[in-house]
């Protein structure tokens, strides 16, 4: 009887951090752009034939989150957008001028989230105010959880993946890919070290 | 006929400059123009092709020019005519060669930044030459457009020139670009 006291309050103390920690603020966490395990990727039809795909390679952000309360959690990223890959020198030429991402003019583009709607079932919806192009508007991103843990170099690692679309017209890009291409359609990829 | 003398142009030369002189127009006009053409605009592909081929083109005739202006004899300047405009058209004809070059090397720099060479009008590839230098198509591109309008600025002095010797100095600065003696 004494042992199994013993052996619940021992159990109980061994426990309670694992329930603090469940419970405490969420964590902060860097994007990890350095190693390069982040990826902004875009997407936009070509004639409505094909697509084209590209990526921003310089961009940086973090975030916080915890699993349990998915609707505090915030992400903040910054892009610059002469970065613009899309593994074709005279196309990404056009794509930094004034015709597209005018990077000259605007080299940020950004996402600050404003909520978070948590969906269950590891998905959830990042609301938030993307600048790009000069202009600010809401943005919508659908978010999955893909996991979290312990990495083998004594880090900590989170990941996600989103996905979103806009139109061109909306952030005030001038040139006209026709109608079958109005639309960018951006998948991200986002791992974070715990800071 | 084909060969110049001290005092006429022969054929050669005479060939080298009006093909040339059509080529730089042409490509300023055609790369002028298709620039601002949208994306649906049949000529959105074909016109680049075509710039970038004959641009190439005419990077070969130049090289040729130069090795001929070298090797062969030319012609000397008008006596009738003044040092200062001695020394001028010929300070006007070296800058002319030196932005022609440059700029349709800052022309193969724009299109073969990321390592792929130029088709010239499905003949054969010119090579590329890679990224030399970070944000090579932005400056490269910059550079080709700036020189492109100093050159158009220099030809427009250097016809008005040829004009000007023609009917107001009534001497054969022009003819003896235009018309062989035999």
């Known amino acids: ?195 | 006929m084909l060969n110049n003398s001290s005092t006429e142009y022969g054929l050669i030369t005479i060939f080298i400059h009006w093909i040339s002189a059509l080529a730089v127009l042409s490509l300023f006009a055609l790369g002028f123009w298709m620039v601002d053409l949208t994306y649906y605009s049949s000529w959105y592909k074909t016109a680049p092709d075509i710039h970038k081929s004959v641009g190439i083109l005419l990077l070969f005739l130049t090289t040729i020019r130069l090795l001929w202006r070298f090797w062969a004899t030319m012609p000397a300047p008008m006596p009738t005519h003044q040092q200062w405009e001695h020394q001028s058209a010929r300070w006007a004809h070296r800058i002319i060669y030196v932005l022609m070059l440059a700029i349709m090397v800052s022309g193969i720099l724009i299109s073969t930044a990321d390592g792929r060479g130029i088709w010239v009008f499905d003949w054969f590839q010119f090579p590329a030459v890679g990224e030399l230098f970070d944000d090579q198509a932005d400056i490269a591109g910059a550079f080709h457009q700036y020189a492109a309008y100093s050159l158009i600025g220099l030809v427009f002095i250097h016809a008005a020139g040829a004009l000007k010797h023609h009917f107001i100095d009534k001497d054969s600065t022009l003819t003896r670009m235009l018309r062989v003696k035999r």
């Open chain 1, 1 to 195: 009887m004494k042992k199994h006291l013993i052996a619940a309050v021992m159990s109980s103390a061994m426990l309670a951090p694992m329930f603090v920690a469940n419970t405490a603020s969420a964590a902060d966490y860097v994007i990890d752009t350095q190693g390069a395990h982040a990826f902004i990727q875009f997407k936009v039809s070509h004639l409505g034939y094909s697509f084209v795909m590209g990526r921003f390679n310089d961009f940086s952000g973090d975030f916080s989150f915890d699993a349990s309360k998915m609707d505090q959690a915030s992400i903040n990223v910054d892009i610059n957008t002469d970065s613009v890959d899309s593994n074709h020198a005279e196309r990404d030429k056009h794509l930094r001028s004034p015709d597209f991402l005018n990077t000259a003019k605007f080299p940020k583009a950004s996402f600050k989230s404003t909520s978070v709607e948590d969906k269950g079932d590891g998905k959830f919806v990042v609301n938030g105010d993307f600048t790009f192009n000069g202009v600010t508007k809401p943005l919508a991103i659908d978010a999955v959880m893909i996991g979290e843990g312990d990495d083998p170099w004594g880090g900590y690692r989170a990941g996600f993946t989103g996905t979103t679309h806009f139109a061109m017209k909306d952030y005030g890009i001038k040139m006209d890919l026709g109608p079958a291409s109005a639309n960018v359609e951006l998948e991200l990829v986002v791992e974070g070290i715990k800071k």
